[in-house]
């Protein structure tokens, strides 16, 4: 089994050329350096090395395994950067703004399987209307945002994108909940809850939409998802989300999501909004990675 010094020792005397100088950069014995280059040749059963006059030259065997060692240790450093990485991630604070479906299932979701392996960790998580996301973010007032997809500035950039058309949420029992998409003409037969504030960014792509929402008469309203997912449970009424603020309760089968058939609103994606000009922190980029796969896993299913 090669042993990671003498690949360290190896490469070295290949790049300067002579056993001497390679002991000399590297702080050890000569005699140290050249047993253990000779525990190579002897472990694989070939000479690396041409002897010369002028310095060390490789063979053809040596060519193979220099190789093998720059895949190897540009592995192994990377790896070991890595692992730096989750070391100063053990404690630290992370602050999160997202869109406030997000928060009722998918945040703390992520977070308590990330705490598991940082536990020292805080975090502030806030809901916030979807255009002040990257502003929060952009002014360092926080580390990492979830927004609908659109127009970034330069000083940001979107770790990962995933597909999030608003559509119809409904009790699962409920008769819209047969169909494979819904019409908007279909919604206005029953009763409609809303959430208060202004479309995400990026519905305005659906004009249809947008006009449909404007004239509504909703039963209940409400700046609560909690509320409103509680009174779709109780039949009150039908309302318009993503489904990523329902996604225990579409498990369960206690809550169905339908399409709109409104081909732009189904265009509507949520991006995870990171500096682009800034370091994260430790904690804030070990997490942001992990929260990009677990969106990616979301866009499989």
Known sequence: ML?????????EVTRVGSV???????NVAASALNRQILNLEADLGTPLFDRLPSGMRLTVAGELLLRHVTDTLHDFDR????????????SGHIGI????????????????????????VTYSVLAV????????????????????????????????????????????????ASRLSVDFDEVTRYPILTQSGPLPRGADVDAAFATFKSQLKPKIQSNSIQMLKLAITLNMGLAFFTRLGFLHEIE????????LNSPAINTLKLGLVVPSQRDLSPP??????????DLNKLAAV
Do not use: C, N
Not at 3 to 11: I, M, P, V
Not at 20 to 26: G, Q, S, Y
Not at 79 to 90: H, N, T
Not at 284 to 293: G, H, K
């Open 97 to 120: 703004a997202a869109v406030d479906s997000l928060l009722v299932d998918f945040l703390p979701r992520a977070i308590d399987r990330f705490r598991v392996d940082f536990p020292a």
């Open 3 to 11: 042993h990671a010094a003498a690949l360290y020792y190896f490469r």
């Open 284 to 293: 804030a980029s070990q997490l942001a990675r992990r929260l990009a796969e």
């Open 79 to 90: 790896v070991r950067g890595a692992i730096d990485d989750l070391k100063a991630a053990r």
């Open 20 to 26: 001497r100088k390679a002991a000399a950069a590297l």
């Open 129 to 176: 209307q979807p255009p002040e996301v990257t502003a929060m973010v952009s002014s360092g007032e926080i580390d990492i945002g979830f927004t609908f997809v659109g127009h970034l500035p330069a000083s940001l950039r979107y770790l990962t994108e995933v597909s999030a058309p608003i559509g119809v949420v409904m009790r699962a029992d409920h008769p819209l």
């Open 252 to 259: 369960q089968g206690d809550i169905a999501w339908r399409p």
